[in-house]
Structures are given as C-alpha cells and as structure tokens.
C-alpha cells in the first residue's frame, strides 16, 4: 500500500521509499517493512519493544546512511534494524532507473489525474511522441512501485514518453473514480486519455500527431474503444487478451461493469467491439493473445479477426499474434521477449509514421 497522503513529489531519488508494506508476527512485537519502490526492493526488519529507547532507531540510520526508509517520526520503543544490506551497485542501479520517472498530477475536466511519466534517462520532456498505459479496471497505475516491464523496456531503447495515469475507472483512489465507468465501459476512460493528450500538448509541447495506447485485459478493451471513437488522437494501440464482446466475458467480469445481461441488454450491444470493428478502419491494432488463456478467451480476438475480414479492413488495422501454450500472462520467458520485441518495434514505427497501410484481409 502507499505510504499515507502525501504530494506527490515531481522527482524522487532512487534509494527513498514511497511504497511499502508490512508484514506482522503471530505475536504482533515484530514486523518486516517490505519497501516496495520506487528503487530497487528491499526488507527491514522492525521489533517493537517499549522497553527499549529511541537510540536503536538512530543507530539504525547511522548503519545506513544512503537509504531513506519512509516511515512517521520514529516514537521510543520503536527498533528497527536492517535485514539486507546493500551493495553500491544496487544503489547506483536504483537512482539510474528512478531517474527516469517523474510524476505530475494533470488538472483535467475539472478532476486531478495522478501521472507517472517515464523519460529517456537524461532527457527532459519536450517534442516527443506519446505511448499511454491503461491498467486493468480498479488498478492504480501513477504509483511508486518497483517494475521492469515493457515501460522500462521501451522507453530505455526508444526516444519516446510512456505515461500512467490513473484516470477513470483506476483504484485506490475511491470507489468513486472505480464505479464511475459502471454501465460505460470504455467511454469515460477515452474522454480522460483524450484531456490529456491535450493537456500535455498545451505545458509540455509532446508530439500528439500519432498517439500510442498498450492495454492488457480491460485495459485492452480501452484501447480498441479508443481506435474506435478517436481515431484522429489515437492512432495506434497494443491490445494483449482485450475484451471484445462481453458477452463472451466472464460473468463476474461483466457483470461488475455492466450488470445482468437481461437487466441491461443494451448496454451489452454498445459495448460490443465486433458491431464497430469497420471504425478501426483508421487505426492501426496489434494483439497478442495466448491461447491457454482462461481469464479472457482467445474467442475474444478470433472473433475480432473474423469481423476485420468481414468489413475488410487492412492487413495493417489489425494484426493478431497467437501464443498456443500460453496463459493470460504470458509467462514463458521466450513468448514475453518475442511480445516485447513485435510491441516496441510496432509502436516505434507508429508513433514516429512509419507504418503504411496493407492489403485487405480475404479469406
């Protein structure tokens, strides 16, 4: 969980801790503090004692003077001591890496909007193109958690701005900005997504002409809407095991956003990407789906495919890759690195205008 309510710092150093949880003993007199993030992880361990004094706390600082654990004013009775030690490697990695994340909080349609930005390491935002992070509904994206993701990857090789922004439909943040895309899926996501390309256009000057969006699951289903309605901000988009009719949907899935197919069978045929698959005509989608997946059916994207080629859309609109023996997460190290590669490739050449338009899709 994050640690309390606090400003949200512009940059952060790599060896401070802002996410964090703990773990209590049986007996509730010791604990491990797991630092989360933003740097490297690591563990403390804590041991509460009201016979002890303050002193042990300010030992525990003088052992570690290039760590920073994020903890209130320690009070006496309170001893902390380190489980792991670290290496100036682990340090120096951590502040490289943190170096790249800056985090802003965007005033849109009236609402603040939490961002995490990631930049090439050393660079400054300015002229660059875009590529956003939709998350799974209820998940906080703007968060100081430690990742090595595609993010990390991409924007490590590539002179590109990936953002995370925890729009509509984000958790922890309220049930409020979770229940409010109840009964709309998709829609009051892209409105966010769409305030804030401008947003970010107006304060920073970032390339808005071709727009990337990746998505996994719900975040998926975002992204084909987003193809969809605003084709003329988002012109490309990475979709892994999206959502596409919600029907095929889990019944606890669905019924989360939608409610009872009976109670509310039109807002199952609006939500229904196949009926607007021929919108995607402008757009260019790239799919990764595994096969083994049981969270979301690879239904879902056959059946996207087949409504590409009824509408005849481009080989280039949409193009799906399939992972036989994979699961919804995509755990085999050599199907990530090959998703990884076809990802970054696709979205370098999209958000910099490379990709052109293909033959039809014919059977």
């Known amino acids: 969980m994050m640690s309390g309510a606090r400003q949200i710092p512009r940059k952060v150093k790599g060896h401070q801790c802002l996410y964090f949880d703990a773990e209590f003993g049986s007996s509730a007199d010791w604990f491990l503090l797991n630092c989360l993030g933003p740097g490297v992880p690591y563990s403390s361990f ?17 052992d570690v003077p290039d760590v920073d654990v994020a903890m209130d004013e320690p009070r ?42 990631l930049l090439p390491h050393g660079y400054q935002l300015t002229k660059r193109p875009i590529v956003f992070h939709i998350g ?4 906080q994206n703007a968060d100081f958690r430690f990742k090595m993701d595609f993010a990390e990857y991409m924007v ?4 590109v701005i990936y953002v995370f922004a925890d729009i509509r439909g984000s958790g ?4 409020k900005l979770v229940q409010s895309v109840a009964g709309q899926p998709g829609t009051r996501e892209v409105e966010d997504l769409k305030e804030l390309v401008w947003y970010m256009d107006r304060k920073w000057g ?6 990337g969006l990746v998505g996994t699951g719900y975040g998926g289903y975002v992204v084909l809407r987003a193809l969809a309605d605003q084709a003329g901000i988002f012109s490309c988009g990475v979709a892994i095991s999206p959502i596409v009719d919600w029907k095929l949907a889990s019944s606890v899935r669905a019924e989360k956003v939608l409610g009872l197919p009976q109670s509310n069978p039109l807002a199952y045929e609006s939500s229904n990407m196949l009926k607007r698959a021929n919108l995607l005509a402008n757009s260019h989608l790239l799919i990764f789906q ?10 879902h994207s056959i059946a996207l ?33 090959h998703m990884f590669q076809n990802a970054r490739n696709f979205l370098q050449k999209c958000v910099n205008g490379g990709i052109q338009s293909s033959v039809p899709v014919t059977i």
């Open 46 to 62: 804590g041991i509460l004692n009201s016979a002890s004094s303050r002193t042990g706390v300010d030992d525990f600082y003088d």
């Open 76 to 117: 006496d009775g309170l001893v902390v001591k380190l489980l792991e030690t670290f290496s100036p490697y682990v340090i120096s990695y951590s502040s490289v890496l943190v170096s790249m994340y800056r985090y802003e909080t965007a005033t849109v349609l009236g609402r603040q909007i939490p961002l995490k930005i």
């Open 136 to 139: 799974e509904i209820g998940e």
């Open 156 to 159: 490590s090789r590539d002179s």
């Open 172 to 175: 922890n943040r309220g049930n």
């Open 206 to 211: 970032v390339v808005t002409s071709n727009v």
């Open 290 to 299: 595994g096969m083994q997946d049981r969270i979301i059916h690879p239904q």
């Open 305 to 337: 495919n087949q409504a590409a080629i009824d509408d005849g859309l481009l080989l280039s609109n949409i193009q799906t890759v399939y992972y036989p023996d994979q699961d919804h997460a995509l755990t085999n190290k050599f199907s990530k690195r």
